[in-house]
């Protein structure tokens, strides 16, 4: 038994049902186990190679019959006339035809008209129109059939919805064929049936991993489309696909693969972001694709250092998740962090940077003169030096039912990817600092109502001045002080919270489908145990705060102190929100970064 990808050839706009070796030759004869993932791979006549971008937005006609001889026949008369507009694909069996539907609609192919004999040995025309109508319910339909057999076109009329049925032979078709194909390619278009050729993700509004699959791709500036599972294009993607809905999300990407479940890592290379470092060595590898991380990427490769940033999750860190920020400078109106971290982004790239999404760093090795990077999945990197620039991690709410429930009703700092599923709903904020803030006022946008649950007694003291002006001039935004959030619960998602006074203990329940949780954070560098040296509330040392009594770190090998931003391990450096006593602000995270390349210079020198 062979695993082959099962696909669909063509040659100039024909479509044979078939197999292929995944290196592009034609499978030998033999028993094949077809993979859930299917590529369509259309080959324009006489060249090889793949159909290219425009030639993909053109809407296909299909046409299908098992009789190679009158099949070409259609195909070219058809070519002949709607080639230039149209892609014409040709199929020799019912079975070929449903499957290049489905590789089409995954891709998310137009197809305006399907042209289907009736008399074929598997499955009649009938019923092939019937199952491609569950993938294209939009295409017009015509039946291809023998005089012997009106009757039965004229029944399917009533089954299919039909169009129309033509007889053969069809000659000449500018009487017989093209009039029909016309008529139906115009009510086709008078329909509004618009491809989907970016990423589509189907899954279950609560569903946590739907969830975590949405802000993922949101979060790395991949375009994708959501359908509900339990929407008509959502089952119709999940049974070309033929997935079973059990395991959601399904993500099909533009290329038409069919990803069930995939893991961060799997998505990460399907939709195009780089997992694996190209180089065994680099001048400088920085953990963490925040404002820091990114900052020291741009001036890193900018100065000519070969330069490797690796990223958990998304670029852009806490930061790409704000809504506006308002105090950075040179953007006197604000800039939202996913604008900001899409130019950072490309500043890195642009000067030679790679950006590695979702690869966790779990270990810190010295070898030497050497720095190693221990990735999650054992595999390492090395280099000259390292920047340390994983910031913070949102504090969990440890309340009961909060953890079953997060991502199915309760998110933390989701709101710009979950803002549109909230429209008119009555939202719940926990939190009164100023990312609290910024939540609430992004969401009045479209929520019913923002109440948001402080434990204080004012904002004032944990909120900038200008966003509790915000808040208070916005309608929509319930402030409740002295307010803790005990308990959570709900069935299959967030029903109720239930809330209690600080200052009386009163307690009640309210109802509540959708809570955002804003309560600080903390770092999360366990991972470098024994390995830096850290505070006591896990925040890195470095330079002055390494050496209170002007001693040396602990092991420290040299006779210079640590420089700046240097830690106690030489070569290592640190920037932004994970340094112990940081400002917390995106300019001095960004300004880190940039300092410690500049101490990464001097140590180099030194090297
Ligand atoms: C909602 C919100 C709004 C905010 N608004 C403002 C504002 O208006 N103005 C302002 O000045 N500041 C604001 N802040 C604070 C600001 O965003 C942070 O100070 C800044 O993002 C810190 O940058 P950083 O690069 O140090 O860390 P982070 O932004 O926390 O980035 C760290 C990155 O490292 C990654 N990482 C962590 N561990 C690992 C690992 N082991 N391996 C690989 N990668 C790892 C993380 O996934 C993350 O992407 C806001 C914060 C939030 C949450």
Redesign the pocket.
Known sequence: MVAVRSFVVASQHEVRGGCVWPGGEPAPDGPYTARATVMLRVIPAGKGGSVTEPDRRRAAILTVDDDPDVSRAVARDLRRHYGDAHRIVRAESAAAGLDALRQMKLRGDLVAVILADYRMPEMNGIEFLEQAMDVYPGARRALLTAYADTGAAIDAINVVDLDYYLLKPWDPPEEKLYPVVDSLLEAWQSADYRPVPETKVVGHRWSARSSQVREFLARNQVPYRWYGSDEPEGRRLLQAAGADGERLPLVVTPDGEALVEPSDQELASRVGLATTPSEAFYDLIV????????GAAVYGASEGLRTVL???????????????????LGFPDGVS?AQLTDRARRQATKFGAELLTA????GLEVHGSARRVVFGDGSVVDAHTVIL??????RQLAVPGVPELTGRGVFY?S?LTEATSCTDHDVYIVGGA??AG??AVYLARTARSVTMLVRGESLEKSMSHYLVQQVAGLPAITVRTCTETVAADGTDHLERLTLRNAATGATETVKAQWLFV?IG?AP?TD?LDGVVQRDERGFILAGPDLVPGGDRPRGWPLDRPPYHLETSVPGVFV????RAE????????VG??AMAVMLVHRYLEKL
Do not use: C, H, M
């Open positions: 953990i963490g694709g925040g404002p820091a991380g990114l690796v990223e958990r999750t998304a670029t852009g860190g806490q930061a790409g998740q704000s809504s506006r920020i308002e105090n950075y962090g690869r966790e760093v779990v620039a994983t910031g913070v991690t949102y700092g709101a100023n990312s910024q939540a804003f954070a999360l991972w920037a932004g929100d994970v940081s400002a917390k602000r995106v300019a001095s995270a880190e970064g």
